[in-house]
């Protein structure tokens, strides 16, 4: 009953949930998905050791570990792609330290001939 006496109507409620009539905020939530960045396949520098320095065809074996890393690479296996191109990059380093030694041997050689 009001004041006057006369009988009151319930009065429909005005919470409907998180849609802003509520009072509070309506919750947005945002995903990120953050990827791995993709493990490297070192194929310039194998095309390089293969090319200019192929000493004990270790350019020949880090190109084909390249090679083998990239088709890992694009078919998703990450774990593969990961393996082979680490070997890679440790034939294409001694590769690469032994041409350098050969090639400084050579210039001391060349320069030190009477």
Known sequence: MNLEGYPTAPVPSQE??????????AVQYTAVNITAEPPSD??????CCFVYCNPFCL??????????ARDRKVAGDLEGAKQYGSTART???????????????LIILFTTKH
């Not at 070192?42 to 095309?47: G, V």
């Not at 350019?59 to 083998?68: T, W, Y």
């Open 16 to 25: 409907r949930g998180n849609d802003g009539f509520s009072g509070q905020p």
């Open 42 to 47: 070192y194929i310039i520098w194998s095309l």
């Open 59 to 68: 350019g020949l074996a880090a190109l084909i570990h390249s090679i083998k």
């Open 91 to 105: 034939l294409n380093i001694w590769a690469t330290v032994i041409a350098s030694i050969t090639f400084l041997i």
